[in-house]
C-alpha cells in the first residue's frame, strides 16, 4: 500500500493528491488523470457523504505491478449511481459530471453504494516503461485489472 489519508474538506485534498506521484509508474498523462478522477471523488463525497455529520472520507492508494489503484469512501447515505444519466450532463449544469469524468478518464471503475456510505473504487495501468501515448491508449481496450481489496 502506498498510503491512506482522511479529508474533511476539499482544501485537504493535496494531501491525497500526494499518494499519486511518478514513483508508482504511471506516465505524466495517467498522472494527471488519476488526479482529476481522484479530485471529482473526494469533491463527491464530501459534498454529498455527509449524513448529518460534518463532511469525511478516506483516500487509500495501493500500488501493483501493473496498476494503481484508489478507493474513495464516505459515509453517506448513498446514491444510486445506476440511475446516473447515461450520457454526459450539458456544460451549463453546475454538477453532474463527476462520475462520467471518473469513468472516462480511469481503466477500471466500480461504485458501491449503501445505506451506510459509498465506495469508488478506481485503477489506471502502469504503462511499461517506454510505452507511447498511442501505446497507452490502446491498453484503455482491453479488459481491466482485476483489483484486490
Known sequence: ????????????????????????????????????ALSEAVANALTHGRRGCPPYCRVTVRAHPKYVHITVEDHGEGFDWAGLEPEMPSWEKEHGRGVHLIRQLMDSVTISS????????????????????????????????????
Open 1 to 36: 500500500m502506498v498510503g491512506k489519508v482522511y479529508l474533511e474538506s476539499i482544501e485537504e485534498l493535496h494531501r491525497a493528491k500526494a499518494l499519486v506521484s511518478p514513483a508508482l509508474g504511471l506516465s505524466e498523462i495517467a498522472i494527471r488523470e488519476c488526479l482529476i
Open 114 to 149: 449503501t445505506p451506510h456510505g459509498t465506495r469508488v473504487e478506481m485503477s489506471k495501468r502502469i504503462s511499461p516503461e517506454g510505452a507511447t501515448e498511442a501505446d497507452t491508449d490502446e491498453n484503455r481496450s482491453g479488459p481491466p485489472p482485476h483489483c484486490d481489496r
